[in-house]
């Protein structure tokens, strides 16, 4: 099937899996995955590999988008209000799910380097598949601006842990007189993924806002703020730079310095369904469940803990905090998904990594399966008894309110 063809596919299969989960109750962006896997090369391989790679560019645009909106939310009065408790939990449940997951693959005799890159694949939370569900259900609360915040700068904790981890395996794993050589590498990877990344998202947010004030209609508002993130995404990618880091603090900059960042998000808001609707198509058309039978026990260990380790963070930083018994309670279960940059470090383990690839690659995959699915459907109920749901979802509403 070409490429066309496809995309045309994948939108009309999205637009049907919405119907559906309508009638089946579940979150949409579960249909989306569950379509993506139905059409995909596990099963009836509409959409072949070699199409998933071609397409692959409609993901990093949408995901560019994703993050986008999300580095919005680092408005200086909304992140002074939650800003300070959200650094707190997002330390505490990565740093939970890191350890955890670390000493368990120890204990179960896995190598040093397997166990790190596994561990600190384990911290990261799901930006887009969280932002999706918060955005279909209207989420409005305490619990949602803690959540919207958190997503972000769990996301930069675990790029700047996987530098760090990578630093440390490439200095330790070389000898004699590579061992300087390689140690700068590290160090100069990490520090031109980081800053160089943060200083082009800053650069281009600045140079939009004196775009902006010509946008007289929401169609060019539209055209200028695609425009931006697509520049962005591109320039991070023939750079060397994190195209995630870099939409984040575009985001964060048009939120903060821009006189029009609200009419330019609210007019990308209008294009964002189609490209969502994509991108999690083509994220379920990578996903394959016979790989779910492949997570052994270290496997099973590194769901189990990562799980356990991400609500007892969370549980723990919140404990001493000022905040509703609704927002203690569930934001753990809003940490659960795990999709695209698990896969994304995946990927960077194999070209780094290659002695650690096979098996961390066999356990991550496989547990990103099982996070997809499960993980839409924790955060909905977890919006659903906080009571912040504002599009009244259907299959919880007749349970009791635990929260009360």
């Not at 695609?226 to 994190?242: C, E, N, Q």
């Not at 997570?295 to 723990?316: C, E, P, T």
């Not at 109920?381 to 509403?397: D, I, K, M, N």
Request: glycine share 10%.
């Amino acid at each position: 099937m070409n490429e066309i063809l496809s995309v045309g596919l994948i939108l009309l299969c999205a637009l049907l899996a919405g119907h559906v989960t309508q009638l089946l109750r579940i979150p949409e962006v579960t249909g989306y995955l569950l379509v993506g896997v139905a059409i995909g090369p596990s099963a009836f391989d509409l959409i072949s590999h070699e199409n998933l790679r071609t397409l692959g560019f409609l993901s990093e645009v949408a995901l560019g988008l994703i993050l986008f909106s999300i580095g919005s939310n680092f408005e200086a009065a909304r992140f002074r209000a939650v800003g300070r408790g959200a650094v707190r939990v997002a330390l505490y449940e990565t740093s939970g799910a890191f350890l955890l997951v670390l000493l368990g693959l120890l204990l179960l005799s896995r190598p040093l380097a397997v166990a790190l890159l596994l561990a600190v694949i384990a911290m990261e939370t799901a930006p887009a598949t969280t932002l999706m569900v918060l955005h279909e259900y209207d989420a409005k609360g305490p619990l949602t601006d803690r959540l919207l915040a958190l997503i972000a700068i769990n996301n930069m904790i675990v790029l700047l842990a996987f530098g760090g981890i990578s630093a440390f395996l490439t200095l330790f794993g070389g000898a004699g007189e590579e061992l300087l050589l390689q140690g700068y590498r590290a160090l100069h990877g990490l520090l031109w993924t980081t800053v160089g990344s943060v200083a082009l998202g800053i650069v281009m947010g600045l140079l939009v806002d004196s775009w902006a004030a010509r946008a007289k209609e929401s169609g060019e508002a539209m055209m200028l703020a695609m425009g931006v993130v697509l520049i962005t995404v591109g320039a991070s990618r023939a750079l060397g730079l994190s195209p995630l880091f870099a939409t984040l603090a575009l985001g964060a900059t048009v939120a903060n310095t821009s006189h029009h960042g609200s009419g330019l998000l609210k007019a990308l808001g209008q294009a964002d369904p189609p490209l969502y609707a994509a991108f999690f198509v083509l994220a379920g058309a990578e996903l394959q469940f016979e790989s779910v039978g492949a997570l052994g026990v270290a496997g099973l260990a590194y769901v189990v803990l990562r799980v356990v380790g991400k609500l007892a963070g969370a549980r723990i930083a919140l404990r001493d905090e000022d905040v509703p018994e609704t927002v203690r309670r569930y934001l753990g279960l809003c940490l659960v998904s795990s999709s695209s940059l698990a896969v994304g470090l995946t990927i960077q383990v194999r070209s780094s990594f290659p002695e650690a690839a096979a098996p961390v690659t066999a356990v991550a995959l496989a547990a990103v399966l099982v996070f997809e699915m499960a993980g839409p459907l924790l955060t909905r109920l977890a919006l659903v008894r906080s009571g912040e749901a504002q599009t009244e979802p259907r299959p919880f509403e007749e349970l009791p309110d635990q929260a009360t």
